[in-house]
């Protein structure tokens, strides 16, 4: 079993910057990939970023490309997600997501879940 604690949402205005933390505990060494997911409210959770726990390979959805990235540090079990030049559109609740599979990194196949942070953009 993997856990996972989110930290880092808050209220931030158009062009912002702001980074989320997830801390990582549990059975870490069994980890293969890392992604940070959003869910609207009305839509449906999906994939923003991902990174590979390993070698730090990333990848991207193309409406955060160039401005998010997420990175992770191995010796202290976290995972971020810088996240630039924000837009109203990325009003979302934030959750860190962790996967022992060997998935693609653009798979949604995530079986440990944190609790999710809010970020809120306003206009």
């Known amino acids: 079993q993997v856990q996972l604690v989110e930290s880092g949402g808050g209220l931030v205005q158009t062009g912002d910057s702001l980074r989320l933390s997830c801390a990582a505990s549990?059975?870490?060494?069994?980890?293969?990939?890392m992604g940070w997911f959003r869910q609207a409210p009305g839509e449906e959770r999906g994939l923003v970023a991902a990174?590979?726990?390993?070698?730090?390979?990333?990848d991207y959805v193309d409406p955060v490309k160039g401005r998010f990235a997420i990175s992770r540090d191995i010796a202290s079990r976290m995972v971020y997600l810088q996240m630039s030049s924000l837009k109203p559109e990325d009003t979302a609740v934030y959750y860190c997501?962790?996967?022992?599979?060997?998935?693609?990194?653009?798979?949604?196949?995530?079986?440990?879940w944190g609790q999710g942070t809010q970020v809120t953009v306003s206009s």
């Open positions: 549990g059975a870490t060494s069994s980890i293969f990939a």
């Open positions: 990174i590979r726990w390993r070698d730090g390979t990333t």
């Open positions: 997501a962790a996967t022992s599979r060997w998935v693609r990194l653009d798979s949604q196949d995530y079986e440990y």
